[in-house]
């Protein structure tokens, strides 16, 4: 995935990558994506039975569709079935339970 960095005087875009890489491109070369629902490394939740829990590896973008693909990592196991938007719900962290009297 790219991130604008910058315009340049000549009329060039500088993006850059997740693993730090910059890339000077023409505006024309390139069409701007809407910002993903999840990230790499998101904690989410399958919205199919039964529910699974793991975490984002990878995210791609489904040209013909014009949506996210994203791939789960579940426990150890790297899902080769990939999951849209919808498919996902995010994961909330588990809270620590209050302290209450009956617990000293």
């Known amino acids: 995935m790219l991130r604008w960095v910058r ?4 009329g060039y875009v500088v993006l850059r990558r997740s693993s730090g890489e910059e890339y ?3 505006p024309c070369s390139f069409r701007p994506l809407p910002t993903p629902a999840f990230y790499p490394g998101a904690r989410v939740r399958t919205n199919e039975t039964p529910q699974r829990e793991g975490t ?3 995210i791609s973008w489904h040209f013909r569709q014009e ?3 994203y ?3 579940i426990g150890a196991k790297f899902s080769r079935r990939h999951f849209y938007d919808a498919d996902l719900t ?3 962290p588990k809270k620590e339970p ?3 009297e009956g617990s000293r």
């Open 98 to 100: 209050d302290d209450f």
């Open 24 to 26: 000077r491109i023409r």
């Open 90 to 92: 995010r994961r909330e």
């Open 67 to 69: 949506r996210y693909l």
């Open 7 to 10: 315009d340049t005087p000549d």
């Open 71 to 73: 791939f789960v990592q």
């Open 56 to 58: 984002i590896y990878a």
